[in-house]
């Protein structure tokens, strides 16, 4: 589901937890662990600043009262970009992982995208990571690879491996 803005501060407990479990799995997602509650909400306001401000949609999975998967559709600002967006932040909780939850809410964020006009959107991961596998069986295309590109939860840099999607969108022009 897209959370609105309220729903979204609602669940920030959740959000954090979420994500602090996501830090703790290993996954390069921005953050070295150990990442304290306060920090992970402190981080879910900057989200809540950006879905204010129009930039941003946040797509989640909640069970139970719980949110066990979210991702994010970071829109971009600049005049020549706005057709384009970027498939940011997808976690799935260690608990609810190979139920196919991360491959819905991609295409729920798709949906959301191209209601709002955008054509292509770009994504990328850690290469070995679960992600790119989950990237590489969605079908999209992988356009190249950085070496050193961010730093592991252990401490070394990894390389990152980038991919877009074109989405069809027969609403926009293309010039
Ligand atoms: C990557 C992640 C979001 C996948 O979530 P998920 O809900 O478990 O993924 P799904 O169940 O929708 O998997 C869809 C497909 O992706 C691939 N895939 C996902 N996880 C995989 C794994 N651990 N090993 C191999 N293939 C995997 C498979 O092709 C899978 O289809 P299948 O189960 O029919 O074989 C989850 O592992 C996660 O949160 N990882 C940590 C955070 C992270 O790395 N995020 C990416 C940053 S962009």
């Known amino acids: 589901m897209v959370l ?34 306060a920090e992970a909400a402190a981080y879910w306001r900057t989200v809540f600043d950006a879905m204010r401000a129009g930039e941003r949609e946040l797509i989640a999975v909640v069970e139970g009262g719980v949110v066990i998967g ?16 970027e498939a940011g932040k997808l976690f799935v909780h260690r608990r609810a992982r190979r139920r196919g939850l991360a491959r819905a809410l991609l ?16 994504m990328d991961t850690r290469k070995g990571g679960e992600a790119e596998k989950l990237c590489d069986s969605l079908g999209y295309t992988r356009w190249g690879e950085v070496p050193e590109y961010a ?5 070394e840099l990894h390389t990152t491996v980038f991919y877009y999607r074109c989405l069809v969108n027969t609403n926009v022009p293309k010039q």
Request: charged share 20%; proline share 4%.
């Open 4 to 37: 609105s803005i309220t729903e979204a501060e609602g669940y920030v407990a959740s959000l954090a937890e979420l994500l602090m479990d996501a830090v703790d799995s290993g996954a390069s997602i921005g953050f070295m662990p150990p990442l304290e509650p």
């Open 70 to 85: 979210a991702v994010q559709l970071m829109c971009e600002g600049r005049a020549n970009g706005r057709h384009r967006a």
């Open 107 to 122: 295409a729920e964020l798709e949906r959301v995208a191209a209601n709002r006009g955008i054509t292509l959107l770009l």
């Open 151 to 155: 730093r592991s939860t252990n401490g």
